[in-house]
């Protein structure tokens, strides 16, 4: 069935450092990646996705690649700060989003000033 | 961004009791929402596809008569756990994507935290 895999589960870096998320998907047919942001006892929170067509996209810190050859696509995170704490998830859907994601199983990254 | 609500945000009920999750679209209409639950330190776990007007779709292992999902209308999708037991307690979230938006975000609600004594 679909699944979505995601490394590492725990990430420790220092402030300042860069972070790399990285999960591999089993559905040929996904076409949308998105990465949430999710902190203790709130919804997940969209930082980042990417589209199918697409094989890199950047906002400011966050960037996400996408090899769709390999099913494989990165969350990167540079210039990483306290604030960046928080358990990030990758998810992979089908029909750009009109069907449902399936969710990598969460890396807990923790920043150390 | 667009909204998606829900309601209660946390409920506490006894073993064998019901309890019901409601998710709404404020400012668009949703024919989808999809129920995920969520454990705690683990992943968001698709329940259910809830469609406008038609039957819910169920991933396999999950109870369609205990976790009942009505969609009566564009903007409202219920979830059910009847008889609910110490095992259901968990972290219920929806989720709807507006289809008149180009993006294909999904919008989550904030969540509904479920205990069961």
């Known amino acids: 069935g679909e699944n979505v895999e995601q490394h590492p589960s725990t990430l420790s870096v220092q402030e300042g450092d860069s972070a790399v998320i990285k999960c591999t998907y089993s559905d040929s047919a996904s076409n949308y990646f998105p990465w949430y942001k999710q902190e203790l006892g709130k919804r997940p929170q969209l930082i980042i996705d990417i589209r199918s067509n697409v094989g890199e996209k950047k906002d400011q810190r966050i960037a996400v690649t996408l090899n769709k050859t390999a099913k494989h696509f990165s969350l990167h995170i540079t210039e990483t700060q306290p604030e960046d704490s928080a358990v990030y998830f990758c998810?992979?859907?089908?029909?750009?989003?009109?069907?449902?994601?399936?969710f990598g199983a969460g890396t807990r990254l923790a920043v150390h000033p | 961004g667009a909204v998606v609500s829900q309601h209660p945000s946390r409920v506490i009920c006894k073993s064998g009791t019901s309890v019901k999750i409601e998710c709404r679209s404020l400012d668009f209409q949703a024919t989808t929402m999809f129920w995920y639950r969520q454990f705690p330190k683990q992943s968001l776990m698709l329940m259910a596809t809830s469609n406008e007007g038609s039957k819910a779709t169920y991933e396999q292992g999950v109870e369609k008569d205990k976790f009942l999902i009505n969609h009566a209308s564009l903007t409202l999708s219920t979830l059910t756990v009847t008889s609910a037991h110490p095992e259901d307690s968990s972290f219920y979230i929806c989720?709807?994507?507006?289809?008149?938006?180009?993006?294909?975000?999904?919008?989550f609600g904030p969540g509904t935290r479920l205990t069961v004594t």
């Open positions: 989720s709807a994507r507006d289809p008149n938006r180009g993006s294909y975000e999904q919008y």
């Open positions: 998810a992979a859907s089908r029909s750009g989003g009109y069907n449902k994601l399936i």
